[in-house]
């Protein structure tokens, strides 16, 4: 079995494509309990005029297409930043097995930092989580984004490579 460096690796690559898009760096990937990588995708609210079109949500959906099932059982979603509300009510109704992020999100974050609702007692489905694989690169490659938005800069990505 691959490592959770190696996947988060695969999601960071995600983030790139997304950058490259023009869009907020964030990737995803959805890893089956064989090791496959079923499902990936990267923020694209902005070309896809989608506000719900965030990485979990694309990997989701598209780990979801690929195996012909909504219920992702045994499966592990690699983020590179701290799922929204939005996001881990979708890993939570998707059954997701494990969630692996790297950066933490602290205006939005919905495992540690503004609230973790992962750790509710009511939900149905309990996700195991584990936070800050790679954190710093994904977090470099984000305030290297937002750094080069507010100075107006256009198509920045060479200058972002965390590589």
């Not at 190696?6 to 090791?35: I, N, T």
């Not at 079923?38 to 005029?49: D, K, L, Q, T, Y």
Request: charged share 20%; net charge negative.
């Amino acid at each position: 079995m691959r490592s959770d460096e190696f996947y988060m690796h695969r999601a960071l690559d995600q983030a790139h494509e997304g950058l490259a898009s023009g869009e907020v760096p964030v990737g995803a990937v959805v890893v089956d309990a064989a090791g496959d990588i079923v499902g990936a995708g990267f923020n694209a609210p902005i070309s896809g005029h989608d506000p719900s079109a965030h990485a979990e949500i694309r990997a989701l959906r598209d780990a979801a297409a690929r195996l012909g099932n909504y219920r992702l059982d045994g499966c592990t979603l690699y983020v590179t930043l701290e799922p929204c509300l939005m996001c881990t009510g979708a890993i939570i109704h998707a059954r997701i097995a494990r969630l692996v992020y790297a950066a933490a999100e602290p205006r939005t974050g919905m495992v540690e930092s503004k609230a973790n609702l992962f750790a509710q007692p009511w939900h149905n489905h309990h996700v195991v989580v584990e936070g800050g694989v790679l954190a710093s690169r994904a977090s470099r490659l984000l305030k290297a984004f937002f750094e080069a938005r507010r100075e107006g800069v256009a198509g920045a990505s060479g200058a972002l490579d965390d590589t």
